[in-house]
């Protein structure tokens, strides 16, 4: 019998995370002069120490908690493969751009804000690629309050609604106090608590049901195979998993905000060690989810949703603290992309909305007011839509198709002289209306073959528009190498 925990102790795992990761903000920011560097790129002075657990955390969205697991559960070896090894390749391919970037707007904030300069002010590009980037951020904040609130209201019958905006609005508080810099204080802890409670409990879970044949027995999940290249399980979720998050960050300001941040010496060694270190969650927790599909095992387990298998394991086998030590294991992935998504959003509100298109000579403490404000709007609007409670994995697909529109209009705009304004426009243009239309309803009418065709036609679609346009256009872009910022001597 499930060890479930009741909805008293839920909120009170709820407010001593509350109450940790807001005094920790608090106390270790409060004599810091807020800047505008500081609150969107921590004074661009981040350790690669800090900068690999940040964006290691970062990039533990409801899906690494929940998804490895029940893919594990479902489709066996084969469909952990699938997720896990593109999630962590992601951090590799992100590394030479965040280092082109970095070495053509070492002064900048956003991926928007250099493709407005890239373009020449064409306004209608930069909206484009800006469309994405939002859209990626909302979609951030709705899977991972959506997975919050279902875990809660799952294992303590917390009222759902109240839940998600529990979640949501501790995030928000933290956040709002001093921006990344706050983020990234809260991410070392929280990569570091998850780290320790994964290599605790995992382990415990696996010896407690049997030890390493209890993995075994399991490998082939309960309706896929073992064998990591099995066909269908490649054809009707490897490729749609693999475009998705290999074109993740790319459509990610929370890792190109990371990029800004740190030493600039550390861009490759931070994402490297943040990518062994992230790959190091969804492997320790889909080993629960073979567990659970072990014919042995599975038969005394009430397995009512996959998504919830990795609780469900910990519940049934462990003592009720270790569920406890779950849960707020979870709330601390969670609820670090959260933050990280209202940090996200406040940079690309403040920077590519308000100072392009409103005021361009805003003061800082002007621009920290309206960082708050798009992360509190953000918020409101990301907690409202996750409160209508969309499937976890299709909404996980749905927003890997829209990152695929932007990938190779990205890297072309970052290494090829010849693509022009009306070629990435209408790359990303095409890719959108195309795409994103189909993969929404492929994965709500749960259609495999269109999930499929709609993952690779938005990154074809970017790729063969880019191609013509590069080759057809005569002029070249001629990319200017900017110096290193100077040094920034404000007063803590």
């Keep these: 019998m499930m060890a479930y925990i009741t909805a008293t102790e839920g909120f009170a795992v709820l407010a001593v995370f509350a109450a940790i990761m807001i005094g920790l903000v608090y106390f270790l920011t409060k004599r810091k002069f807020k800047t505008i560097d500081l609150f969107l790129v921590a004074d661009r002075n981040v350790s690669w120490f800090r900068g690999a657990f940040s964006i290691a955390v970062s990039w533990i969205w409801a899906p ?76 951030a904040i709705i899977i991972n309050a959506l997975a919050g609130g279902t875990l809660l209201h799952i294992l303590t019958g917390m009222n759902f609604h109240i839940a998600v ?96 941040a740190v030493k600039k010496k550390n861009i490759v060694k931070t994402f490297v060690v943040g990518g062994l270190l992230f790959g190091l969650v969804p492997i320790t927790l889909s080993l629960l989810g073979f567990v659970a599909a072990n014919p042995l095992i599975n038969s005394a387990l009430s397995i009512s949703d996959p998504q919830m298998v990795a609780p469900i394991v910990i519940g049934a086998f462990l003592p009720k603290i270790a569920l406890l030590l779950f849960v707020f294991m979870a709330f601390a992935g969670l609820c670090s992309t959260m933050d990280s998504a209202y940090c996200a959003v406040s940079s690309l509100g ?82 959108l209306v195309l795409g994103l239309p189909l993969s929404i309803y492929a994965n709500v009418v749960e259609n495999t073959h269109l999930i499929v065709l709609a993952a690779v036609l938005s990154v074809l679609i970017g790729l063969v528009v880019c191609l013509i346009a590069g080759i057809r256009n005569k002029e070249r872009y001629k990319f200017i190498f900017c110096q290193e910022p100077p040094v920034n001597r404000r007063v803590a």
């Design 350 to 431: 403040t920077i590519d909305i308000y100072k392009k298109y409103i005021n361009a000579n805003a003061r800082s403490q002007k621009l920290l007011q309206v960082s708050r404000a798009f992360m509190l709007g953000i918020a409101v609007f990301g907690t409202g839509i996750a409160l209508l409670q969309p499937k976890l994995l299709w909404v996980f697909l749905i927003y890997g198709a829209l990152s695929s529109a932007g990938l190779f209009p990205t890297i072309f705009s970052l290494f090829w002289n010849k693509l022009d304004a009306k070629g990435a426009f209408w790359a990303v243009t095409l890719s």
């Design 64 to 139: 690494a908690l929940f998804v490895a697991s029940m893919q594990a559960y479902t489709t066996g070896l084969a469909g952990a493969f699938w997720f896990i090894v593109p999630n962590i390749a992601c951090f590799f391919l992100f590394a030479p751009l965040a280092i082109r970037l970095r070495r053509l707007m070492p002064n900048g904030y956003t991926l928007p804000e250099f493709i407005l300069k890239r373009y020449n002010n064409d306004k209608r590009t930069h909206l484009a690629f800006l469309f994405i980037f939002f859209a990626y951020q909302l979609g």
């Design 165 to 260: 905006i529990s979640l949501s609005v501790i995030a928000l508080i933290y956040s709002l106090i001093s921006g990344l810099e706050a983020s990234i204080i809260t991410d070392v802890l929280q990569m570091a608590f998850i780290l320790i409670t994964g290599f605790v409990l995992v382990p415990w879970a696996i010896f407690t049901a049997g030890g390493l044949s209890a993995v075994a027995g399991g490998l082939s999940g309960i309706a896929g195979s073992s064998f990591i290249f099995d066909p269908w399980i490649a054809y009707s979720f490897g490729i749609a998993m693999t475009f998705g998050l290999l074109s993740g960050p790319i459509g990610d300001q929370m890792f190109f905000q990371r990029g800004f």
